[in-house]
């Protein structure tokens, strides 16, 4: 190899080199992508619950001390006992059925929407609540417990990513795997069953959302597994499942009040 | 020893070639992309890099029945069709069924079906098959307490001829949307939607989503049947990893259980099982509602019933 080619090989190379930094360092000096513009899902639109699970628990107001499926300990079932709508309704807490750890089983319609870059907001049509997912850090207030416990508490939202594998050829970047985390906190004592199966101030609500589809009839779900955690109140975590089909439009939209019974 | 110029230009350019190299895209194929087949038996680095796409199943899953407990554990009341978009035709048989027709020689080691065993009360146990050479995931397994092997094939192969034997776990195929796993199966024996008679026919369909969100599975089942559903029937269902789960074999053994003549099987006639309105009584729940049909499963269903306070307590039992 002559020189000359030597220096002509080392020119390319180092314009190449330098080309290739120089996107490294434009693709490094892009903003950040807000969690709106990464959804790898489109969440929002109106759903509406089809009930074809614990129909018993939902539909209808359970009777009272009919609290099968949820994992009470003795003191959850001992506070479920003590059920009455009445005393609620009187003491203004008629929506203790459709805190955040309830809300998504319902039966209703809900209208997910962005509430800027970073919130996605959900309203329900039973009893006309508000449940605002935040992405980033808890609000400072909430953290240092300055702001009041809510019905619908202090919600974390995060995509989820997949995995990065590993080994010396295996990595690969994290991307997202299509649904949303959300861990919720600082929730208002209230009921997970309309007939006062509760849950405390301890509580912890972790939820995963996942939409599917569309399946061969057009049909788009979002599907909601639900898990709180109690250590006043259940043995175990509980876990649910719920599933809403996604609707055209909301003209059918009717919010209503919460009741106690 | 000194280098000589020509040496250290020859090593400088090579490390100027090594990030070049280095940041390659390692994106999968365009096959890989569009999930079409890829063989099985040639190394490709697009296919392994493409089969990172979702997530390993692989476990033993404990069934948690925080839902629907008393339907699938100690089994469904006679007469409960609530929220179940049946027809006629699938009211009028359930309503002729009667329970003891699993004494029958034919019923009693019959396994639920695949579409049904996500909301039976077994544990679940999740295999792979893994091709030797390209390590790509051929087939996923899934099998419960009462169950037989359920294969599910990821390699792209088409379904059989709707003229094919139809089995209990059906023919399925799977597919990845993300980190979900899509699943179609046909060629389903005829089954059920509910253990209380409530029939599906060996011309519906089965779509599965398995969706693994740390060490919880959940799996949206939607069961088409244009015999006796008017409209898809969704169940989502959960699964708790537990690694010290074990499922235990099923030895079945066909016995007597009944003396009745031969040819005999258990049913009522149309319309004189007055049992068929006991849960409802007991329940406190108008009889329409108990009657299913699509309309039972959505929201405005309330509106039409009005607010009811249940009479029933499982818990007693």
């Known amino acids: 190899m002559t ?39 489109d969440f929002t639109g109106y759903w509406v619950s089809v009930v074809t699970e614990d129909w018993r628990w939902r539909m209808v107001t359970p009777a009272k001390g009919d609290y099968d499926s949820v994992p009470l300990n003795p ?6 006992d003590t059920w009455d709508p009445q005393r609620d309704d009187a003491a203004g807490e008629a929506c203790r059925a459709y805190a955040a750890p309830a809300i998504m089983r319902v039966p209703g319609r809900i209208h997910v929407t962005w509430d800027g870059d970073t919130t996605l907001r959900i309203d329900t049509e039973a009893g006309t609540q508000t449940r605002l997912l935040r992405f980033g850090p808890r609000a400072a207030d909430s953290a240092t417990g300055a702001a009041a416990p809510t019905w619908q508490g202090d919600s974390v939202a995060a995509w989820e990513l997949s995995g990065r594998g590993g080994g010396m050829f295996g990595g690969t970047p994290a991307k997202p795997s299509g649904a949303l985390k959300v861990v919720t906190t600082r929730i208002r004592p209230g009921y997970l069953r309309k007939n006062g199966v509760p849950f405390s101030a301890t509580a912890t609500l972790t939820e995963y959302f996942n939409v599917l589809g569309p399946e061969d009839n057009g049909d788009r779900w979002l599907v909601v597994t639900t898990i709180v955690q109690d250590p006043q109140y259940l043995a175990t975590r509980f876990f649910t499942s719920t599933h809403f089909k996604k609707l055209s439009d909301g003209s059918s939209w009717h919010p209503t009040a919460c009741r106690a019974s | 020893m000194h280098p000589t110029r020509t040496g250290v230009l020859v090593a400088l ?4 070639t090594i990030p070049l190299v280095a940041f390659q895209d390692r994106g999968a194929s365009p096959a890989a992309a569009n999930g079409q087949s890829q063989s099985l038996v040639e190394y490709d680095d697009a296919v392994g890099r493409a089969s990172a796409n979702g997530v390993d199943f692989t476990g033993e899953w404990a069934p948690r029945f925080h839902e629907d407990e008393p339907e699938r554990v100690p089994g469904p009341e006679l007469g409960d069709y609530l929220g179940i978009p049946i027809n006629d035709a699938a009211r009028m048989r359930a309503m002729t069924w009667e329970a003891s027709i699993q004494t029958l020689a034919e019923w009693q ?20 098959d893994v091709d030797p050479v390209s390590r790509q995931v051929t087939t996923w397994h899934a099998e419960w307490l009462r169950s037989v092997d359920r294969s599910i094939y990821m390699d792209g192969r088409p379904h059989p001829s709707p003229n094919a034997p139809h089995t209990w776990a059906g023919f399925s195929t799977g597919r990845w949307e993300g980190d ?21 026919s060996d011309q519906a369909t089965l779509t599965e989503h398995w969706m693994l969100h740390g060490d919880v599975l959940t ?31 099923y030895p079945c053994q066909v016995v007597e259980e009944v003396d009745r003549r031969p040819g005999i099987v258990p ?21 329409e509602a108990t009657r299913g049909g699509a309309e039972t499963m959505y929201p405005d269903f309330r509106d039409k019933i009005g607010f009811i306070t249940s009479k029933c307590i499982a818990a007693q039992r």
């Open chain 2, 180 to 200: 979900v796993l899509t699943i179609k199966t046909t060629h389903l024996k005829e089954g059920y939607v509910r253990r209380n008679g409530l029939p599906r």
């Open chain 2, 13 to 16: 350019a090579t490390a100027l």
């Open chain 2, 109 to 128: 080691c019959r396994p639920h079906s695949a579409d049904y065993i996500w909301r039976g009360p077994s544990p679940l146990r999740i295999w792979k």
């Open chain 2, 219 to 249: 799996v949206a089942a939607i069961t088409t049947d244009p015999v006796y559903l008017t409209e898809p029937f969704i169940r989502t269902t959960d699964y708790e990893l537990d690694l010290h789960q074990w499922v235990p074999p």
């Open chain 2, 267 to 287: 049913h009522s006639l149309p319309g004189t099982n007055d049992a068929t309105s006991d849960f409802a009584a007991r329940c406190g729940l108008p009889i």
């Open chain 1, 3 to 41: 020189r000359s080619r030597v220096w002509c090989t080392l020119v390319v190379l180092a314009v190449a080199s330098a080309t290739l930094a120089a996107q490294r360092g434009q693709r490094g000096q892009q903003p950040t992508q807000t969690p709106r513009a990464m959804a790898p899902s």
């Open chain 1, 75 to 80: 003191a959850g079932r001992r506070q479920a």
